[in-house]
């Protein structure tokens, strides 16, 4: 792995956009830094002890004026720079349908990778030139931070939560891959690398790859092994909510609210059910908390969230990149 430079390779789409920015920044900064030395550096000059420089009060217009004026160049140069900013990072992270998944679970002190086909992966990220790329992420302990240089891209993954990073490297090689969020006694050895393949390499690569259930299909085999799709299941005798096509869908609440069935709700339901009850269904479901590990919760939800709608193939995820 190569080491990097003062200033790394420019790898991903978004890439030249933030390197701008930051050039930017500093062109700005920098100026403003000389034109206030030269000010300091002029008065202290001109207006030192036993000068002949007349002293007195401040012209009207320097008073109220120029002062306003350097005052709201200011504030629009700032407000200038953060739309840049926004538009060209957010950009970036317009979700692609057709996008090549990956899971990725952060724990002390690694990195874990899932492709589609189940090839796994530590401390390593392959992914194909070109095409876009989406990172489901999640961690198992504490907040770590997923942080690629070459590619201007930074995301924490937080314990009880998703999170998605959504990227397209431009260039083939090697990329250190750090996290960049204190997570530990270990913290500095929380280091990866990201190898970015032109497309029929990475193909032939992950068909040398040991193959494996995809992590939609682990989480269907535990859902049914813990039991809930005996309440679930369509041809179940217990009256339980319906599953299939349910992520992204507004829920009716037994008090009366909404709320969107996203990963948290999917994730309250499971391991607090009596949390937020779903109109028309009593509350006998048992809490999981404490029962699934966070490998086997992130595996079902996985499987839920894949669950296409009703009068889909069954046998046929959704992308959940497709979903709001």
Same mark, same amino acid.
């Given at each position: 792995?190569?080491?990097?430079?003062?200033?790394?390779?420019?790898?991903?789409?978004?890439?030249?956009?933030?390197?701008?920015?930051?050039?930017?920044?500093?062109?700005?900064?920098?100026?403003?830094?000389?034109?206030?030395?030269?000010?300091?550096?002029?008065?202290?000059?001109?207006?030192?002890?036993?000068?002949? /420089?007349?002293?007195?009060?401040?012209?009207?217009?320097?008073?109220?004026?120029?002062?306003?004026?350097?005052?709201?160049?200011? @504030?629009?140069?700032?407000?200038?720079?953060? @739309?840049?900013?926004?538009?060209?990072?957010?950009?970036?992270?317009?979700?692609?349908?057709?996008?090549?998944?990956?899971?990725?679970?952060?724990? =002390?002190?690694?990195?874990?990778?899932? #492709?589609?086909?189940?090839?796994?992966?530590?401390? @390593?990220? #392959?992914?194909?030139?070109?095409?876009?790329?989406?990172?489901?992420?999640?961690?198992?302990?504490?907040?770590?931070?997923?942080?690629?240089?070459?590619?201007?891209?930074? =995301?924490?993954?937080?314990?009880?939560?998703?999170?998605?990073?959504?990227?397209?490297?431009?260039?083939?090689?090697?990329?250190?891959?750090?996290?960049?969020?204190?997570?530990?006694?270990?913290?500095?050895?929380?280091?990866?690398?990201?190898?970015?393949?032109?497309?029929?390499?990475?193909?032939?690569?992950?068909?040398?790859?040991?193959?494996?259930?995809?992590?939609?299909?682990?989480?269907?085999?535990?859902?049914?092994?813990?039991?809930?799709?005996?309440?679930?299941?369509?041809?179940?005798?217990? #009256? /339980?909510?319906?599953?299939?096509?349910?992520?992204?869908?507004?829920?009716?609440?037994?008090?009366?609210?909404?709320?969107?069935?996203?990963?948290?709700?999917?994730?309250?339901?499971?391991?607090?059910?009596?949390?937020?009850?779903?109109?028309?269904?009593?509350?006998?479901?048992?809490?999981?908390?404490?029962?699934?590990?966070?490998?086997?919760?992130?595996?079902?939800?996985?499987?839920?969230?894949?669950?296409?709608?009703?009068? /889909?193939?069954?046998?046929?995820?959704?992308?959940?990149?497709?979903?709001?």
């Amino acid at each position: 792995m190569s080491g990097i430079a003062f200033w790394p390779p420019a790898a991903s789409e978004v890439a030249a956009g933030v390197d701008a920015i930051v050039i930017a920044m500093l062109a700005i900064s920098g100026a403003i830094v000389l034109l206030v030395a030269a000010l300091l550096l002029g008065f202290a000059i001109r207006y030192r002890r036993g000068s002949a /420089a007349r002293r007195g009060e401040l012209p009207e217009l320097i008073q109220k004026e120029v002062e306003v004026g350097w005052t709201a160049a200011t @504030a629009f140069l700032a407000m200038f720079l953060f @739309a840049w900013a926004s538009i060209a990072v957010l950009g970036g992270q317009r979700g692609d349908p057709d996008a090549l998944e990956i899971h990725i679970l952060a724990r =002390q002190w690694m990195w874990k990778a899932r #492709h589609p086909d189940g090839a796994r992966e530590i401390d @390593a990220l #392959h992914l194909p030139r070109g095409e876009p790329v989406r990172l489901v992420m999640r961690s198992e302990d504490v907040i770590h931070s997923f942080y690629v240089p070459a590619f201007r891209l930074k =995301q924490d993954v937080l314990p009880g939560r998703m999170t998605q990073l959504s990227l397209k490297p431009t260039q083939t090689g090697e990329f250190p891959l750090f996290c960049a969020e204190y997570c530990g006694t270990l913290h500095s050895r929380m280091l990866g690398k990201v190898v970015v393949m032109e497309p029929e390499d990475y193909a032939r690569w992950r068909a040398a790859q040991p193959q494996a259930d995809d992590l939609a299909r682990e989480g269907r085999a535990l859902f049914e092994s813990v039991g809930c799709s005996g309440c679930h299941a369509p041809a179940s005798r217990v #009256h /339980a909510p319906e599953l299939r096509g349910l992520y992204g869908r507004q829920v009716a609440l037994a008090d009366g609210s909404v709320r969107r069935a996203d990963e948290a709700y999917l994730r309250d339901s499971i391991l607090q059910p009596r949390r937020d009850i779903a109109a028309g269904y009593e509350p006998v479901m048992p809490p999981f908390a404490g029962i699934l590990g966070e490998g086997e919760l992130q595996a079902i939800l996985a499987y839920l969230m894949s669950m296409p709608a009703r009068g /889909a193939s069954p046998g046929e995820p959704r992308n959940m990149s497709s979903e709001p």
